[in-house]
């Protein structure tokens, strides 16, 4: 079974820049989330998915960060303007029923 | 404001010792969960701990709740190489009227396991 797809990988970019990072959940798994894991800390959530609706976004910075999920299946995750601070893995994780996650590989952003 | 603490935060320790990663949270909760992580990689779960008294072992780790306490340990047996990496644990925000699968992560345990 595929699991959680990201890309790109790794993203290099200069403060006030924007970025946007893609992810494909594991097929048939109804909730999308994203985190965000700063060094040294464990991830933290930003937004969660179940379908094409959001259900929980009360920590995502929404005056610059945004995010959505197409037809219910892959999700865009936007920052822009992007801050140093921002610097961070945003990791996709999906799940079948609410519980279990099943994390992707993440993205690193290195803002400058 | 829910808290889920981890001690140590590092761990060096030789191979075939045993220790115990304790892990906790600041309101009763029946849902915990550990994951482990590589660096680099992605998050790797491992237990799903349900329900007061639930023990779960697999291979050299063994994890275990207790939500009077709000205490989980993660105990480790004969340590390896293999075993070195961050280990995290994590309860469920929705426990506390918040979404389902809304984890809150505690800030993790690096293990290093030396031969």
């Known amino acids: 079974e595929a699991g959680v797809a990201q890309s790109p990988r790794y993203k290099i970019i200069e403060k006030r820049q924007s970025v946007a990072f893609w992810c494909n959940p594991i097929?048939?798994?109804?909730?999308l989330y994203w985190y965000q894991q700063i060094l040294g800390q464990g991830p933290k959530l930003l937004i969660q998915?179940?379908?094409?609706?959001?259900?929980?976004d009360s920590q995502l910075p929404k005056d610059r960060f945004s995010a959505e999920r197409l037809k219910g299946v892959d999700s865009t995750l936007k920052i822009q303007p992007a801050k140093l601070e921002d610097s961070a893995v945003y990791l996709c994780?999906?799940?079948?029923?609410?519980?279990?996650?099943?994390f992707g590989e993440g993205s690193r952003l290195t803002v400058l | 404001e829910l808290k889920v603490e981890q001690n140590p935060l590092f761990l060096s320790m030789q191979e075939g010792k045993n220790y115990t990663i304790y892990c906790n949270y600041s309101?009763?909760?029946?849902?915990l969960y550990w994951y482990r992580q590589d660096p680099g990689k992605s998050l790797e779960s491992l237990f799903v701990?349900?329900?007061?008294?639930a023990v779960k072992q697999e291979g050299r780790l063994m994890a275990s709740l207790d939500t009077k306490a709000r205490l989980s340990t993660l105990h480790i047996t004969a340590a390896v190489h293999d075993l070195s990496a961050t280990y995290f644990c994590?309860?469920?925000?929705?426990?506390?009227?918040?979404?389902?699968?809304?984890?809150?992560f505690g800030k993790g345990t690096k293990l290093s396991v030396k031969p």
């Open positions: 309101t009763t909760s029946d849902r």
């Open positions: 701990l349900l329900s007061n008294g």
């Open positions: 994590a309860v469920d925000r929705g426990d506390y009227g918040g979404s389902q699968g809304n984890l809150i």
């Open positions: 998915f179940q379908n094409n609706g959001v259900v929980d």
């Open positions: 994780a999906s799940s079948p029923y609410t519980g279990e996650l099943f």
């Open positions: 097929s048939g798994h109804a909730t």
